[in-house]
């Protein structure tokens, strides 16, 4: 079954809903609740299997100047301690955060979705369009 967050973040990958709505929803939450969605993000980031090549490419899409802290943070280690270095940033870094997990997460799966799942899959968060 999958969670609110799973629907959502999935929703923005997929172009369902655009990144003003997913962060109007972001917004909502308090700040402990936002660092948990936070970690979950780069869990569907991990769970998008990004190659090399995709990750790069999806860094330089972050609508986000550059030097934001969590694209330094993305370019200078690796996966697994970037996310960890993300989940302790300080509050006013989550939104920044947020919105590069989920950039990354969205190049990264559009990639497997039009790949790896292209002709199917079992992945129930690649048929969004089943949950409202």
């Not at 967050?5 to 972001?26: P, R, S, T, V, Y």
């Amino acid at each position: 079954m999958l969670t609110e967050e799973d629907i959502m973040i999935n929703k923005f990958a997929q172009e369902k809903i655009n990144l003003e709505q997913i962060l109007n929803w972001f917004g909502d939450f308090e700040t402990q609740i936002q660092r948990k969605i936070i970690r979950w993000a780069g869990q569907c980031l991990v769970q998008s299997h990004p190659n090399e090549e995709t990750f790069n490419k999806a860094i330089q899409l972050i609508p986000l100047k550059p030097t934001a802290t969590t694209i330094i943070l993305l370019k200078s280690y690796n996966l697994k301690i970037a996310l960890d270095k993300i989940e302790i940033l300080p509050d006013y870094e989550i939104k920044k955060a947020f919105i590069s997990l989920i950039s990354i997460f969205k190049i990264s799966d559009t990639e497997r979705r039009n790949t790896t799942c292209k002709n199917g899959c079992n992945h129930n968060w690649h048929n969004i369009e089943n949950y409202n």
